[in-house]
């Protein structure tokens, strides 16, 4: 049965990403929730963090949430997927998803990437943006999963 990867940093998960994983479901009998490790960023949640904020999150057996280093497609190749989920906010993050679908696609002709419309309750929300507001005490709750909240309260204190 169909299995596609949802890749990303979820640095944190948003309830946008959420969105985008129930909305996967409907299409493909799995999705691997794969956190994109860049040796290069500091994130705010380590990698076992994010991982146990989404799994805390995504309470469906037919989600798996898993790591990867190095280029997308070697990942896909190596888990035998052949298509993969990406979500689109606003025209701005068309341009750079379509730069990288179409490199992924040079890279690894075998490979599909589906586009996702954000649901309209979600189409502002980025992880960064989350992120910054936490980081200065305003209020993220209704924005992330709670368990996500919970986390953010924890990184920064009562402020967030």
Known sequence: MPVAIYPGSFDPLTNGHLSLIQRSL?????????????????????????????????????????AFHGLLVDYVHQRQVGV?????????????EFQLANMNRKLAPDIDTVFMMTGEDYFYISSQLVREVASFGGNVEGLVPPNVYAGLKKKFGPKA
């Open 26 to 66: 409907k299409m493909f009998d799995r999705l691997i929730v794969a956190i994109a490790v860049n040796p290069k960023k500091t994130p705010l949640f380590s990698q076992e963090e994010r991982i146990e904020l989404i799994r805390d999150a995504v309470k469906d057996s037919r989600v798996e949430v898993d």
């Open 84 to 96: 993969v989920i990406r979500g689109l906010r606003a025209v701005s993050d068309f341009e750079y």
